[in-house]
Nanobody, 117 residues
Framework: QVQLVESGGGLVQAGGSLRLSCAASTRTFDYYTMGWFRQAPGKEREMVATVRSGGSTDYADFVKGRFAISRDNAKNTVYLQMSSLKPEDTAVYYC???????????WGQGTQVTVSS
């Protein structure tokens, strides 16, 4: 079982920045691919970015060049640095731990990000 706790969401103006953090309670953090996902009202949850245990990353096209995912295995923490935020980035952002395949087996409770125009 992996427990994930996100922090760092909030209200920001368009063009601004936020950094999300996700702390994981597990002794095997290194084994998981970690990711950030988001869900806007009325829409399905979608992948934003993932980072493998070795540090390689993947990004959704709509955040490439604006967001950066990273992890600190010593702190069991994954981060999402978001820059040049747009109103369409408004969503609940979820941290996920991927055990197999491409979709998380474990989820955090989510943190709201609201970008005003």
């Amino acid at each position: 079982q992996v427990q994930l706790v996100e922090s760092g969401g909030g209200l920001v103006q368009a063009g601004g920045s936020l950094r999300l953090s996700c702390a994981a309670s597990t002794r095997t953090f290194d084994y998981y691919t970690m990711g950030w996902f988001r869900q806007a009202p009325g829409k399905e949850r979608e992948m934003v970015a993932t980072v493998r245990s070795g540090g390689s990353t993947d990004y959704a096209d709509f955040v490439k060049g604006r967001f950066a995912i990273s992890r600190d295995n010593a702190k069991n923490t994954v981060y999402l640095q978001m820059s040049s935020l747009k109103p369409e980035d408004t969503a609940v952002y979820y941290c996920g731990a991927v055990q197999a395949g491409n979709w998380p087996s474990y989820w955090g409770q989510g943190t709201q990000v609201t970008v005003s125009s």
